[in-house]
């Protein structure tokens, strides 16, 4: 992140932030989407993130830490998000990302529905973990400032999502070998 431009929104400027806001919005964005598992509640998640980074930004001690102080804001808007309960609704948008393309694509989309249920069988907590970690390549270091825990809790965290992943997949598994053996 440009750290002159994190000055300069600290200082009031208003273009200075709207193109913060550019920058970090899509980022931000597709880390709570990831994170909760539903596109509007992610929605909410980033306009409460980037609505904190305005009213805190002045807060911001150095302004270098820019990226894993809003990752700790948006974590926090997410949990926010995550308690909320709202009627179900259908969420079947397609991003890009995810079309299914070649000759593999059955078994690709079969692949990620069976890794995305689960992945929604894990905490809010575990999934942050995850995401920060795997999907941005945070160093454990990092993570654990953006959460704002200790590393011993993010190691533990992985440790347990990765396993608790692990066994979603496995027991997904067991099914269907039990029904190709009979």
Same mark, same amino acid.
């Not at 992140?1 to 400027?13: E, N, P, W």
């Not at 993570?143 to 704002?148: N, P």
């Given at each position: 992140?440009?750290?002159?431009?994190?000055? $300069?929104?600290?200082?009031?400027?208003e273009?200075?932030?709207? %193109?913060?806001a550019v920058?970090? &919005? +899509?980022?931000?964005?597709?880390? %709570?989407h990831r994170?909760?598992?539903?596109?509007d509640?992610?929605?909410?998640?980033t306009?409460?993130?980037?609505?904190?980074?305005? $009213?805190?930004? #002045?807060t911001?001690? +150095? /302004?270098?830490?820019f990226?894993?102080?809003s990752?700790?804001?948006?974590v926090?808007?997410?949990?926010?998000?995550?308690?909320?309960?709202?009627?179900?609704s #259908?969420?079947?948008r397609?991003? /890009?990302? +995810?079309?299914?393309?070649?000759p +593999?694509?059955?078994s %690709?989309?079969?692949?990620?529905d069976?890794?995305e249920?689960g992945f929604?069988?894990?905490s809010?907590d575990h999934r942050?973990?995850?995401v920060?970690h795997h999907?941005?390549d945070? #160093?454990?270091e990092t993570?654990?400032?953006?959460?704002?825990v200790?590393? &011993?809790t993010?190691r %533990? $965290?992985?440790h347990?999502?990765? $396993?608790g992943?692990r066994?979603?997949?496995?027991?997904?598994?067991?099914?269907?070998?039990?029904e190709?053996?009979?």
């Open positions: 992140m440009d750290t002159d431009l994190v000055v $300069r929104a600290q200082r009031g400027d273009e200075a932030f709207a %193109s913060l920058a970090v &919005g +899509d980022r931000l964005h597709a880390v %709570s994170i909760l598992r539903d596109i509640l992610a929605e909410d998640a306009q409460q993130t980037l609505l904190a980074i305005w $009213r805190d930004l #002045p911001l001690r +150095d /302004p270098a830490r990226d894993a102080w990752y700790r804001l948006l926090r808007a997410c949990y926010a998000e995550g308690r909320r309960t709202r009627q179900w #259908p969420n079947l397609v991003l /890009p990302v +995810d079309e299914p393309a070649g +593999d694509a059955m %690709s989309v079969v692949d990620r069976q890794l249920r929604r069988r894990l809010i942050a973990v995850v920060l999907y941005l945070l #160093p454990l993570v654990a400032e953006a959460l704002g200790p590393i &011993g993010v %533990s $965290r992985l347990h999502a990765m $396993r992943l066994a979603a997949l496995d027991a997904d598994a067991r099914p269907a070998a039990q190709a053996t009979q």
